[in-house]
């Protein structure tokens, strides 16, 4: 049964599956603009236009006036390349899921606040916001995704690989200096059996990791 057979494995597994169709959502978003001419400067700048002169939030519409438009070359190609890339291709492969889905998430809010001006239902901003922070929280793509590829190196790294110092306590270590792991290891047993105080390894990743 595998994965099905637990309530963490069909969690896990429903996660993947709406990260793949968020993604999935904005490659057909992306091949929509693209054939409306969106990404080239005067079509986007045209479209964008319209959320500036409708907007309900005053800051906003200055940043698209004053700042966006008249470098609507920029927009337009970085957000050919972000949607397709991070927001569509990324997020359906599963790589760097994390980073995809905030990013994905934060361009949500920002779709909510220039349609404020528009009869576009508003609920529609916040629920694939709320979706896409669930996505990247959940570190989705190690699942059906390439970011289990990296995972597997991590573990393996951590077990084979080196420890990074953190505290030294009695051991002949340093902070943040980079030991063998078996090395580390063995030297925390022989201060312990002494009655010392082993040294702490620095955590092997941060708080949200890129996959």
Do not use: C
Not at 205 to 211: A, D, F, S
């Amino acid at each position: 049964m595998g994965m099905v057979s637990t309530r963490e494995g069909r969690t896990e597994l429903l996660m993947a599956g709406l990260r793949i169709t968020m993604g999935a959502i904005f490659l057909a978003v992306w091949a929509d603009n693209l054939r409306k001419g969106f990404y080239t400067p005067n079509g986007w700048a045209g479209f964008v236009q319209h959320y500036a002169n409708t907007t309900k939030v005053g800051l906003f519409a200055d940043l698209l006036n004053n700042v966006m438009i008249p470098n609507s070359w920029i927009f337009a190609y970085g957000q050919f390349v972000m949607e397709l890339v991070v927001f569509g291709l990324f997020l359906t492969l599963g790589l760097f899921t994390p980073v995809a889905g905030l990013l994905a998430a934060g361009f949500q809010l920002n779709l909510l606040v220039a349609s404020s001006g528009t009869n576009e239902w508003p609920g529609i901003y916040i629920i694939m916001f709320l979706l896409l922070v669930a996505i990247a929280l959940a570190q989705s793509g190690r699942t059906l995704g390439l970011d289990a590829l990296f995972e597997r190196r991590l573990m393996a790294r951590k077990v084979t690989g080196k420890a990074k110092v953190r505290t030294g306590g009695d051991t002949q270590f340093a902070a943040g200096q980079l030991v063998d792991r078996f090395v580390f290891s063995s030297e925390n047993d022989r201060v312990v059996a002494k009655g010392g105080e082993p040294a702490e390894e620095e955590p092997a990743r941060p708080w949200l990791p890129v996959y």
